[in-house]
C-alpha cells in the first residue's frame, strides 16, 4: 500500500510562489508515474501536471510555463514549483501515484493512490 503526503501549502499574493511536496510511503515508488491535481469549491478536479517514471512530464495549458514537476526517486518525492501564482490558482492540492509507470496523463482515473491535500490561497 503506497501512503502520500502533501506538504508546502499556504498563502501567498498574486505573482508569488510556492513549493509543494509530495512524499510516497511503500514499495516500488520509482516504477510509479505521479500527478498533481487541483480542485477549488465547487469545481471538478483539474490534472494539471504529470511525470512518468522516466521523468516525461506533461502540463495543463492553464499551468504551462508557470509550474515544474519534478521528482528525486531516492527520496520518495515529488515536487511541484508553482511560480507567477494567480488567484484562480486557489484550491485544494493533492499528489497521486499510479502503478503504470509508462504514461503520466492527467487523468484521475490512471491513477490509484492519492494523498489528503493541501491548500493553496492566492490573494489579489
Known amino acids: 500500500q503506497v501512503q502520500l503526503v502533501e506538504s508546502g501549502g499556504g498563502s501567498v499574493q498574486a505573482g508569488g510562489s510556492l513549493r509543494l511536496s509530495c512524499t510516497a510511503s511503500?514499495?516500488?515508488?520509482?516504477?510509479?508515474?505521479m500527478g498533481w491535481f487541483r480542485q477549488a469549491p465547487g469545481k471538478d478536479r483539474e490534472g494539471f501536471a504529470a511525470i512518468d517514471s522516466d521523468g516525461t512530464v506533461s502540463y495543463a495549458d492553464s499551468v504551462k510555463g508557470r509550474f515544474t514537476i519534478s521528482r528525486d526517486n531516492v527520496k520518495k518525492t515529488i515536487y511541484l514549483q508553482m511560480n507567477s501564482l494567480q488567484p484562480e490558482d486557489t484550491a485544494s492540492y493533492y499528489c497521486a501515484a499510479s502503478r503504470n509507470p509508462y504514461c503520466a496523463p492527467l487523468t484521475a482515473s490512471h491513477y490509484n493512490y492519492w494523498g489528503q491535500g493541501t491548500q493553496v490561497t492566492v490573494s489579489s
Open positions: 511503500g514499495p516500488m515508488y520509482s516504477t510509479y508515474s
